[in-house]
C-alpha cells in the first residue's frame, strides 16, 4: 500500500480525446477527507488523448500518475498494469469515456465501505448518454440495492456499471490480476465483481444516488460491435465463469437457466448440437 493514500482512482483510456477532460475534471473535483490519486493507462492512442493528459499531468503533478507504453498493448493488458499499479486501500474506476457529477462521490462510497466489513464493493445509480451527452436513461426512483455473488453470476442486477464502483484492495484481488483467465477474458470488469464477492463471501451496495454518467458511443469497446459478435464474446466469458469458480448445485441450475436464456439457441446454430450438449454438461 502506498503510504496515506486511501483511494487508487483507475481509468482506462483510448482514442478519447472528446471525452478525457470530463472524466479527469470528475475525478480531480472529489471533496474527501483522505488523499487519493489518479493512475491512468494511455494505450497508444492514434488522437490527441495523450496530449491532453501530459497537461493535466503538468497541473496535477501530485496526483496524476501516467502510464503509458511505445505500443498498444491492448485493453486487458492496460488494465492489469493500471490495477496492479493501484496501492491504495481501495479501488475506484472509471473510463476515460465516462465522468463523474458528485464531488462528493468518493468521500460517500469510502464512508460506506469503512462503516460496513460486510460489503466489500459500492456503487451507486447513473445516467447512461450519448457522445452527445444526451440523457438516454436514468432511474428517477432509485433505491438500495444489495447483490452477491450469486446475483452477479446469475445477470439478476442492475445498476452496478463498472464506472460507478469502488472496492477493497485486498491480497486476493491483486492475486487476480496475474491470473491467465484474466488477461484473457472479454469483460474484465465483470470479473472483478464476480471475484471480489466470491473470494471474500462478501456482498455489492448500490448507493440511492446518481453520481455519475456512462457514455454510450460509436467508439465504445462494446457499442462497436455487431451483434453476433457481442453474442459470442459473452458466450465465451460463460465458458470462463464456469470453470474459474466452484458451484453449489442451486448455483449451477442458475448458470444452466442462464445459459439457456442468452445463450443457447446462439451456440446450437453456430456451434451444432453436440458442442451446445458439452456445454451444458460441463454447466452441469
Not at 486511501?6 to 483510456?13: A, D, E, G, Q
Request: glycine content about 4%; aromatic content about 14%; proline content about 3%.
Amino acid at each position: 500500500m502506498r503510504k496515506n493514500i486511501k483511494v487508487s482512482i483507475c481509468c482506462l483510456t483510448y482514442n478519447h480525446e472528446r471525452y478525457i477532460a470530463k472524466a479527469i475534471e470528475g475525478f480531480v473535483m472529489q471533496k474527501t477527507n483522505f488523499p487519493f490519486e489518479i493512475i491512468i493507462g494511455e494505450d497508444c492512442s492514434t488522437d490527441r488523448t495523450r496530449l491532453i493528459l501530459e497537461e493535466y499531468k503538468s497541473r496535477y503533478p501530485d496526483q496524476i500518475r501516467l502510464i503509458t507504453s511505445a505500443s498498444n498493448v491492448g485493453a486487458n493488458v492496460n488494465a492489469v498494469r493500471v490495477f496492479k499499479a493501484a496501492g491504495a486501500e481501495y479501488i475506484a474506476i472509471c473510463d476515460g469515456d465516462d465522468y463523474w457529477t458528485d464531488p462528493l462521490k468518493l468521500q460517500k462510497q469510502i464512508d460506506f465501505l469503512d462503516q460496513n466489513e460486510d460489503y466489500v464493493m459500492c456503487g451507486h445509480y447513473s445516467k447512461r448518454i450519448s457522445e452527445n451527452d444526451e440523457v438516454h436513461y436514468m432511474n428517477f426512483n432509485p433505491i438500495p440495492l444489495s447483490y452477491s455473488f450469486d446475483d452477479v453470476m446469475s445477470g439478476s442486477k442492475t445498476e452496478i456499471s463498472t464506472l460507478t464502483i469502488v472496492f477493497r484492495n485486498t491480497k486476493e484481488i491483486q492475486e487476480m490480476f496475474d491470473t491467465e483467465w484474466f488477461l484473457k477474458c472479454n469483460a474484465p470488469d465483470k470479473f472483478i465483481k464476480l471475484y471480489t464477492t466470491f473470494v471474500s463471501g462478501k456482498r455489492i451496495y448500490i448507493m440511492p444516488e446518481t453520481m455519475s454518467c456512462y457514455r454510450q458511443h460509436r467508439g465504445g469497446m462494446w457499442s462497436s460491435l455487431a451483434p453476433h459478435v457481442l453474442k459470442q464474446k459473452e458466450l465465451n466469458d460463460l465458458y470462463t465463469m464456469v470453470n474459474i469458480f466452484n458451484y453449489t448445485w442451486i448455483q449451477k441450475t442458475k448458470l444452466f437457466f442462464l445459459y439457456l436464456k442468452k445463450y443457447f439457441l446462439f451456440e446450437l446454430r453456430k456451434r451444432g448440437l453436440q458442442e451446445t450438449l458439452g456445454t451444458i454438461r460441463t454447466i452441469l
